[in-house]
C-alpha cells in the first residue's frame, strides 16, 4: 500500500509558475551530508535553533548554548525574526528540527522540503511581486514584453542557483530592495524608504545600494526647496528611516554592550567582506544597480529602475548576467549544481534570446553607444566598427566561459596549482566585469552630455 | 552550438519550446524514480547478457521482460551504449542497481529517444488547421497545440519523475496519425504495425486504425451520399496493407516462432492472473462498481443484511495484485470486461464505417477506442489515460466542444497521476507543474474559443475546482487525522472515485457529440 509521506510544510498554494526553482530544489544543497560543518543550509537552521530556544540577549553572544564558531549570527535582526518564525513552524511540523544542540546536522527529505519551501514562500511573498509590479509600470511596452520582461527577470541563474541550491535568503532583501526603488520611483517615498531600510536590516550588504538612494532622495529634497516642502520631506524621511531601524534593533537598543556586539557580528574587520565568492551575487547586482559609478550630477539616471536595462540593452544585460553566473561556478559546482546551473543558464539565455531577439540590436544605438560613438568619431573618422567590436567581444566571452566550465568540470587541476581554475574564473569574470564598468561609465557620462546638448539646443 | 543560436535567435518557436522543455527534463533527473527503473535496467541486462532464446524465460528478478520483442530489442541497442556509462547495470544478478551514472544513463536515454516525439508534434502540427483568431503567435492553434503535446504534464512526470519510455512511443503514434492525416496510408499503417510490436497497449486503439483503413483506404471512393460503394473495392491496397502488418510481424515474432516461444512471449505479454483492478484503482468504471460495491457493503452490514462471516477477508485496497470477489455485486471476470469494451468500442467503430468523416472521424474514433478500454479494461493502469489525452490534444485546438472535453479529460486524467509521485520532495513539483499546465491549457484554450459560447457550465466549473480542496484534503489535511492508521486507503479512494467521475462524463460527452455530429458535405474541404 502506498501511504502519502508528506513532510508537511506551509506550502504554496498558487504560483505565478517558476518551474526551475522547484525543479531544481531536488539538487543538492550546499554542504549535504557534510560534517563536521555542513554547509549553509545547516547555518540557517542552526540560526532557527538558536532564535527559538535562546532567549534575545544571548542571540549575538558566545555562550555555552551559543557557540559563535559554529555558524553564529551574523546577519541583522530581521534574519533572526524571520528565522524565529520559521523556527515556530517547524516546530508545529516536527521539534526535531530545531532541538537545542540535538539537532545539528539534521538532514531529512522532509525537512529540506521545508527549508526549501520556507525560501519559496519568501520569494512569492517578497521578490516575485515586486519584479511583476515593476515589470508592470513599464513604459512604453506591450503587454507581451512586460510578461517576457518578468519571465527573465525571474529566471535569472544566479539568484535561482544560489537561493534554492546553495540555500540563502537573498530573495527577501533583494525583493525589499527592489520595492524601495519602486517606491522612490513612483513617488511613494516613504515607503520605498521604509522598503530598503527593512533590507537593510535583512542584510547589510544591502548597504552598497544605500548611497545613491540616500543621494537620490537628498537630490529630491533640495529640488523641492529647502525651505519650504523639501524640509518637511526630508524631515519626513529621516523619521521613517529612525524609526525603522528603532524598531528592527529594538531589542538590542537596551543595552549599550547589546548594540556593539551586533555590530561586531555583521562587520567582522578581520574578515573579507568578499568571503567566499557568495559575494559574487552582491558584486553582479552592485554593477546592475550601477553603484560603482556614481557622479553626483547624473543620480536621475542611476536611480532609472534596475531591471529596466533587460528591455532597453537586452543584449548587454543578457551578457552580464550570464556572466555572473559563471562566475558563480567553483561555489556551485562544490555544491554539486552542475546540471541545474547549465539547464537554468541555458533556459535564461534561451528566453532572452527569443523574448528580446538580442542579437538584433547590437547597432550602436541599441546599445546607446551612440553618442559616444560619435564623440570619438570626431577624433577618429574611421571609428565605425564599435558594434561589430562588441560582437566579437561577446563571442570570445561565451566561449571562453564555455571553455573553462568544460575544463573545471573534465579536468584535474596540476598538483602545483589546485586552484588554479577557480583562480581562472575569478580572473575572467573580473575582466568581463571591468569591462562592464567601462561601459556603463560611457553610457552614463554621454547620456549626461546629450542631454545637456539637447537642452543647449531647445 | 552555433546551429541553436541560429535556431533560436531567429525567433523560431518551436525550437524553443521543445529546448525549454528538454531543459525542464534535465532538471528532473535526480528525482523520485519507480520501480520501472530496476525494470528497465533489468531488460537492459537480460538483453545484454543472454541469448535471445533466453530473453522470455528469463526470471532472476520479479520484473520479467513483459513487452514485445521490437522493445527488448530496443533495450539490446541501448545496452550498448549503456556499458560505457558503468558496465555494471548490465549483470543479470545486480539487482535493483542504480549508481549515479546508471541514472544519468537512463535518464539521458529518455530525454534523448522523446526527440522522435518532438518530430511527431511538429508534423501534427503541419497537419492540423484550425481558425486563425488573432495574429498573435500565442493565439495560434499551432503554438497551443504544440505546447499541449511538448509540455504534457502527464507525460512529463510518468516518463521523465516515474520513469518510463512512452515519449517515444507516443511519437510513433502522432506520426502514424499525422501521416493518415497526409494521406500517407502505406507509412501510417507501417508506423502502426511498428509501435504494436513495441508495446501492445496500443492495441486498445487498433480497431479504429483497421476499421478506418478497410473504409476509408481500401475502398477508394463513396457514393454520393457518403455510403459506401462495394465495387470501388481495391485489392491491391489491402493487399499491400496485409503486407506491410505481416512483414512487420515476421520481422517481431519471426525468431520467437522459429524457437518455438511463442506460447511462452504470449503468456508474458498478457499475463491475466492479475486483478481487475491495479493496487490503485485506475479512474475507470471499474473505480467505480468497486466503490458501489464497497458502501453497499457497508450498508449491508449496518442493516444486518449480510454475514459479517461469509465476506472475504482481501479488501480491494489492500494494495496487493491478486484476484477477489466482490461482496454485494456481481464479480467481474476478464471474459466480462472484454465483452463490455468490445461493446463500448462498437458504436464509434459503425460510425467510423458508416458515416466516414475523413482522417478527423479517425481521430475521434482512436480517442473513444482508447477511451472506452479505459474504462472497461482488465488491469487497466491510471497511465493508460495518456493513450486518449494526447490524440485528444490534436481535436482540442478544433472545435470547442471538443475543447470543453478535452479540457475536463486532461484535468482529471492528469489529477489521478499524482497517486504515483508520493514522495514529499516530489510534491511542490507536481502540483506546480499541474498547475501550470491547467492554468495554461485552459486560458488558452478558452482564448482561442472566445468567440463562441463558453467552454464550461457551471456544474463542470465546480467539478473542476473541486480538485483544489482534494488535493488538500488527501495530502495536508488527511495525514493529520486519526484515519489515517485506521482507513489509509481512504485518500487513493477519493481520488480514484472523484476522477473516475470526472473520465466517465468526459468519455460520455465525447460519443455523444460523434454519435450525434450529422456527416461531413462532401463539398467541404476536410
Known amino acids: 500500500m502506498r501511504f502519502h509521506y508528506v513532510g508537511q510544510a506551509g506550502l504554496e498554494l498558487l504560483t505565478s509558475g517558476d518551474p526551475p526553482t522547484s525543479a531544481s530544489q531536488s539538487a543538492g544543497i550546499t554542504g549535504a551530508g557534510k560534517p563536521p560543518m555542513f554547509g549553509d543550509y545547516e547555518a540557517q537552521r542552526h540560526w532557527q535553533e538558536i532564535t527559538f530556544n535562546l532567549p534575545v540577549k544571548q542571540w549575538y553572544f558566545n555562550s555555552s548554548d551559543n557557540n559563535l564558531q559554529y555558524w553564529g549570527l551574523d546577519y541583522p535582526p530581521l534574519t533572526a525574526y524571520h528565522s524565529l518564525l520559521c523556527a515556530y513552524m517547524a516546530k508545529f511540523i516536527n521539534p526535531d528540527w530545531i532541538a537545542l544542540h540535538t539537532s545539528r546536522g539534521y538532514e531529512s527529505q522532509a525537512h529540506k522540503l521545508f527549508m526549501r519551501s520556507t525560501v519559496l514562500i519568501a520569494d512569492l511573498l517578497i521578490y516575485i511581486p515586486a519584479v511583476v509590479l515593476y515589470c508592470c509600470c513599464l513604459k512604453e511596452i506591450s503587454t507581451k514584453k512586460k510578461i517576457a520582461n518578468a519571465l527573465c527577470i525571474l529566471l535569472y541563474p544566479g539568484l535561482i542557483l544560489i537561493d534554492y541550491g546553495h540555500f540563502q535568503y537573498n530573495s527577501v532583501s533583494l525583493g525589499f530592495a527592489l520595492w524601495g526603488i519602486l517606491g522612490v520611483s513612483c513617488d511613494w517615498d516613504l515607503l520605498g524608504s521604509l522598503a530598503f531600510c527593512l533590507a537593510v536590516n535583512y542584510k547589510q550588504m544591502e548597504l552598497y545600494h544605500s548611497l545613491p538612494f540616500f543621494c537620490f532622495l537628498l537630490g529630491k529634497c533640495f529640488k523641492k526647496g529647502l525651505k519650504g516642502k523639501g524640509f518637511v520631506l526630508l524631515v519626513k524621511l529621516a523619521c521613517t528611516v529612525v524609526a525603522s531601524f528603532i524598531l528592527c534593533w529594538l531589542p538590542f537598543f537596551t543595552e549599550r554592550e547589546q548594540t556593539l556586539q551586533v555590530l561586531r557580528r555583521l562587520f567582522p574587520v578581520d574578515r573579507g567582506l568578499f568571503e567566499d565568492k557568495v559575494a559574487n551575487i552582491w558584486c553582479s547586482f552592485n554593477v546592475l544597480l550601477k553603484i560603482k559609478d556614481i557622479l553626483p550630477r547624473h543620480i536621475q539616471l542611476i536611480m532609472r529602475p534596475v531591471c529596466l536595462i533587460l528591455s532597453d540593452i537586452p543584449f548587454m544585460s543578457t551578457w552580464f548576467l550570464l556572466v555572473s553566473t559563471f562566475s558563480m561556478l567553483p561555489l556551485l559546482l562544490k555544491d554539486e549544481l552542475l546540471m541545474p546551473s547549465v539547464v537554468t543558464t541555458m533556459a535564461f539565455f534561451i528566453a532572452c534570446v527569443t523574448s528580446f531577439t538580442i542579437f538584433e540590436k547590437t547597432s550602436e544605438e541599441e546599445l546607446q553607444l551612440k553618442s559616444f560613438s560619435i564623440s570619438v568619431r570626431k577624433y577618429l573618422p574611421c571609428f565605425t566598427f564599435l558594434s561589430r567590436i562588441i560582437q566579437y567581444l561577446f563571442l570570445i566571452s561565451v566561449i571562453t566561459m564555455v571553455l573553462l566550465t568544460l575544463m573545471t568540470v573534465t579536468l584535474n587541476p596540476p598538483q602545483k596549482l589546485p586552484d588554479l581554475f577557480s583562480v581562472l574564473v575569478c580572473f575572467v569574470s573580473c575582466l568581463n566585469f571591468l569591462f562592464f564598468l567601462v561601459y556603463f561609465n560611457i553610457i552614463i557620462m554621454w547620456d549626461s552630455k546629450n542631454r545637456r546638448n539637447q537642452k543647449k539646443i531647445s | ?526
Open chain 2, 1 to 526: 552550438m552555433a546551429a541553436l543560436t541560429i535556431a533560436v535567435g531567429t525567433g523560431n518557436w518551436f525550437s524553443a519550446l521543445a529546448l525549454g522543455v528538454t531543459l525542464l527534463k534535465c532538471l528532473l533527473i535526480p528525482t523520485y524514480h519507480s520501480t520501472d527503473f530496476e525494470v528497465h535496467r533489468n531488460w537492459l541486462a537480460i538483453t545484454h547478457s543472454l541469448p535471445i532464446s533466453q530473453w522470455y524465460y528469463e526470471a532472476t528478478s520479479e520484473w520479467t521482460l513483459d513487452y514485445p520483442p521490437f522493445f527488448a530489442w530496443f533495450e539490446y541497442i541501448l545496452s550498448h551504449v549503456a556499458k560505457y556509462f558503468d558496465q555494471e547495470m548490465l549483470n543479470v544478478h545486480n539487482l535493483n542497481y542504480s549508481s549515479s551514472r546508471t541514472l544519468l544513463f537512463q535518464r539521458f536515454s529518455v530525454i534523448f529517444t522523446d526527440i522522435l516525439f518532438v518530430y511527431a508534434v511538429h508534423e501534427c502540427c503541419k497537419c492540423i488547421g484550425g481558425k486563425k483568431v488573432g495574429k498573435e503567435l500565442t493565439e495560434k492553434p499551432k503554438f497551443i497545440l504544440s505546447v499541449l503535446l511538448l509540455w504534457n504534464f502527464g507525460l512529463l512526470i510518468v516518463d521523465h519523475i516515474h520513469f518510463q519510455y512512452n515519449g517515444f512511443l507516443f511519437g510513433l503514434m502522432l506520426l502514424s496519425i499525422a501521416r493518415l492525416f497526409q494521406k500517407r496510408h502505406i507509412e501510417g499503417a507501417f508506423l502502426f504495425a511498428v509501435l504494436l510490436h513495441f508495446k501492445h497497449i496500443y492495441l486498445y486503439v487498433a480497431p479504429a486504425y483497421g476499421v478506418y483503413l478497410l473504409r476509408s483506404y481500401c475502398f477508394t471512393a463513396n457514393k454520393p451520399d457518403g455510403s459506401i460503394r462495394w465495387n470501388s473495392f481495391s485489392s491491391v491496397r489491402v493487399i499491400s496493407l496485409g503486407l506491410v502488418v505481416f512483414l512487420v510481424s515476421a520481422l517481431s515474432l519471426g525468431p520467437f516462432l522459429a524457437l518455438n516461444q511463442l506460447p511462452q512471449v504470449f503468456s508474458r505479454l498478457f499475463p491475466f492472473k492479475r486483478g481487475l483492478c491495479h493496487a490503485y484503482w485506475a479512474p475507470n468504471f471499474w473505480a467505480l462498481y468497486n466503490a458501489l460495491d464497497k458502501v453497499l457493503s457497508v450498508i449491508g452490514l449496518k442493516l444486518k443484511f449480510l454475514d459479517p462471516n461469509k465476506i472475504p477477508k482481501a479488501s480491494m485496497t489492500s494494495g496487493l495484485v491478486q484476484q477477489f470477489q466482490h461482496t454485494v455485486l456481481p464479480s467481474v471476470t476478464p471474459l466480462a470486461t472484454l465483452i463490455c469494451t468490445l461493446i463500448a468500442i462498437l458504436p464509434s467503430i459503425f460510425c467510423l464505417w458508416f458515416k466516414p468523416q475523413g482522417p478527423r472521424g479517425f481521430l475521434r474514433c482512436l480517442i473513444l477506442c482508447a477511451l472506452s478500454s479505459f474504462m472497461f479494461g482488465w488491469h487497466v493502469h491510471e497511465k493508460a489515460i495518456l493513450l486518449a489525452i494526447l490524440p485528444m490534444s490534436l481535436l482540442s485546438v478544433g472545435k470547442a466542444g471538443d475543447a470543453s472535453v478535452f479540457l475536463i479529460l486532461t484535468t482529471t486524467g492528469h489529477y489521478s497521476l499524482f497517486p504515483l509521485l508520493f514522495t514529499a520532495p516530489e510534491l511542490p513539483i507536481k502540483i506546480l507543474l499541474m498547475l501550470l499546465f491547467t492554468i495554461y491549457s485552459i486560458s488558452s484554450l478558452k482564448t482561442l474559443f472566445r468567440k463562441e459560447k463558453p467552454l464550461f457550465n457551471w456544474v463542470e466549473t465546480f467539478y473542476l475546482l473541486g480538485l483544489g480542496p482534494l488535493e488538500v484534503g488527501c495530502e495536508f489535511v488527511f495525514p493529520l487525522t486519526s484515519w489515517k492508521l485506521k482507513y489509509p486507503f481512504i485518500p487513493l479512494l477519493l481520488t480514484s472515485v472523484y476522477c473516475a467521475v470526472g473520465i466517465t462524463y468526459a468519455w460520455f460527452k465525447l460519443y455523444v457529440s460523434v454519435l450525434i455530429d450529422p456527416p461531413v458535405d462532401k463539398t467541404k474541404k476536410q
